[in-house]
């Protein structure tokens, strides 16, 4: 099975600050990654598919690069609203495994 | 605007069962895979299950092959989970969501296993 690192597993930043979360897998997984954003009680909500495809209506603020086993997910200017637990994803091959989360909290 | 509504969660004791269903509406059904997801209490996001679009293939995560089976309804636009053999540590909110990548999800039914 591949692993999905995700680091850091908690931050603490601004309104303003530029995040990045890193992903990194097992093995190479091409471009099959996809990134997700949770906020509590709810349900999780697709940001990111081929690791740099911004899903419709997600706003531009939100960015992802990464190709093999490297990912990033990039919010450039935090909002309140993006305080969040985000998760990485590969479908590259079965079975689909997440990344343990990256829980951002408000400085 | 997508919509997946999941049903059927609920309160079961240890080696019982329970299906739950997902109904997808405002998207072509057909022509997506779909997945179910899971999320224990206080938990990360746990892959428990896919199908393909014409049902023809299945896969499973290993803690749940054997026990769980997915299927769908491409006439009903309904996506099903049979859950068999049920565990404590099954215990989860339970998600369906659309495209191999996840790209929509419902708002998850509670699976609750204990006696």
């Known amino acids: 099975d591949i692993q999905m690192t995700q680091s850091p597993s908690s931050l603490s930043a601004s309104v303003g600050d530029r995040v990045t979360i890193t992903c990194r897998a097992s093995?190479?997984?091409?471009?099959?990654l996809a990134w997700f954003q949770q906020k509590p009680g709810k349900a999780p909500k697709s940001l990111i598919y081929t690791a740099s495809s911004l899903q419709s209506g997600v706003p531009s603020k939100f960015s992802g690069s990464g190709f093999g086993t490297d990912f990033t997910l990039t919010i450039s200017s935090l909002q309140p609203e993006d305080f969040a637990t985000y998760y990485c994803q590969q479908y590259n091959s079965y079975p689909f495994t997440f990344g343990g989360g990256t829980r951002v909290e408000i400085k | 605007e997508v919509q997946l509504l999941e049903s059927g969660g609920g309160l079961v004791q240890p080696g019982g069962a329970l299906r739950l269903s997902c109904e997808a509406s405002?998207?072509?059904?057909?022509?997506?895979?779909m997945n179910w997801v899971r999320q224990a209490p206080g938990k990360g996001l746990e892959w428990v299950s896919t199908?393909?679009?014409?049902?023809?293939?299945?896969y499973y995560a290993d803690s749940v092959k054997g026990r769980f089976t997915i299927s769908r309804d491409n006439s009903k636009n309904t996506l099903y989970l049979q859950m068999n053999s049920l565990r404590a540590d099954d215990t989860a909110i339970y998600y369906c969501?659309?495209?191999?990548?996840?790209?929509?999800w419902g708002q998850g039914t509670l699976v609750i296993v204990s006696s």
């Open positions: 093995q190479d997984i091409s471009n099959s």
């Open positions: 969501a659309a495209r191999v990548y996840l790209a929509y």
């Open positions: 405002e998207f072509t059904f057909s022509s997506s895979a």
């Open positions: 199908i393909t679009s014409g049902g023809t293939s299945s």
